[in-house]
Structure formats: structure tokens, C-alpha cells
């Protein structure tokens, strides 16, 4: 049965003391490009936010990775997170954000979760209800590694040319996926990514 998860508490004194510690006052330059397009940078995003879940890649079970990014001229938004096991009590689950845009630089927040059924909406507050939603660090790495050339391939695939950017990249435990807007029309194209993690899928 389908399990989602949504969040359920914002914790407020946590994102305050995050936003401070993650470099808010020396932010760089406004992102350009979703987190993960250049060789190593979602993965190192990642242990960002699992430094900050404290936690690390040899511990940390996944339910969701997500990855975005809104093309607004001179003030772009780039947006991580990830959804996990809370490191101190593997009957939680938890998200961390992390968002980068004009007005709001590098700010990272935590989150509670709720997991339920998709079907009744009943609560599943248990490691043993929703353990079949989770997956490991090990379990993406072909993802994490290939990246940069899912964003390459999805781009010419679009046919969008001068006009496309990568909106979207999540993982979870059934694959990965990968989306391509036009910076001028609504419009997108979503991929997914192959099961052996070399290639994006082209639609027939």
C-alpha cells in the first residue's frame, strides 16, 4: 500500500538557529542552476543537510530526495531536501529544507513528518510501517554520481534549447526522475532515469 508523507510541525527554534550557523550573512551569488547540475554538488548538499539532520551517509535511511529549482529573472530559487529516519528515534520521520533565493539566502529548516496511507489516510507511526518506503546512501550513489548528465541529456531531449533549464531531480524508493521547463512558456518534460543509472529514459 502507498505511503505518503507531509509535514506536521515546523520547528521554529531549530530553522532559527540553522539559518544563522549555514552562512546567511556571506551567501554568494543567487543560484543559476538547480543543486546537482555540476560533479559532486547535490552530494555535497546532502551531507549538508546531513550534518545538520546529525547524521551521515553510513546511518541515514531515505525516504525522499527532491532537488528544484524556479527560473525567475534575478531572483532564482534553489531548493533541497531530504526526507529520513530521525537519527534519534527511528519511529519519526523528519525533512530538512534547504533554500537559497534572493530574499531568503541559504536558509535551512527541519521539519516533523507524518506518514500515512494514501488509500484512508490512516497514521503509520512505526519503523515497521513504512520501512518499505526507505532506501540507503548506497542505494543512490549511481544517481548522485550521474547527475550532471541526466541534466545534459534531459535538456537536448526537451528540444526546449537556449530556452531550457532542470526544475526537478527526486529520488525515492521506486527510481529517480528527472524534469525540464522552458523559461518563457508553460510547459515541462519529465524523464525518468534508467534502472542500471547511466541514462534518462526517452519516452517512445
Not at 182 to 188: D, R, W
Request: charged share 30%; glycine share 4%.
Amino acid at each position: 500500500m502507498k505511503r505518503d508523507l507531509f509535514k506536521s510541525m515546523l520547528v521554529v527554534s531549530a530553522s532559527a538557529a540553522l539559518a544563522v550557523s549555514c552562512g546567511t550573512f556571506n551567501p554568494g551569488p543567487i543560484p543559476e542552476t538547480i543543486v546537482g547540475d555540476a560533479p559532486g554538488e547535490l552530494r555535497a548538499k546532502l551531507c549538508d543537510l546531513m550534518d545538520v539532520a546529525g547524521t551521515d551517509s553510513t546511518k541515514v535511511e531515505f525516504a525522499e530526495i527532491t532537488t528544484t529549482f524556479i527560473y525567475r529573472p534575478n531572483d532564482n530559487n534553489a531548493h533541497a531536501h531530504i526526507q529520513i529516519v530521525s537519527p534519534k528515534d527511528k519511529n519519526k520521520m523528519e525533512q530538512l529544507d534547504w533554500n537559497d533565493m534572493k530574499e531568503r539566502r541559504n536558509h535551512y529548516e527541519r521539519y516533523g513528518l507524518t506518514v500515512s496511507t494514501r488509500v484512508d489516510s490512516d497514521l503509520i507511526d512505526t519503523y515497521e510501517g513504512y520501512k518499505d518506503m526507505l532506501f540507503t546512501y548506497d542505494d543512490i550513489r549511481k544517481y548522485l554520481d550521474n547527475l550532471p548528465s541526466y541534466c545534459a541529456e534531459a535538456i537536448e531531449a526537451s528540444g526546449y534549447k537556449d530556452d531550457a533549464y532542470v526544475s526537478d531531480f527526486e529520488i525515492d524508493v521506486d527510481g529517480a526522475s528527472i524534469s525540464v521547463k522552458h523559461k518563457e512558456a508553460n510547459i515541462f518534460k519529465t524523464y525518468k532515469i534508467s534502472s542500471d543509472g547511466t541514462h534518462i529514459v526517452i519516452p517512445e
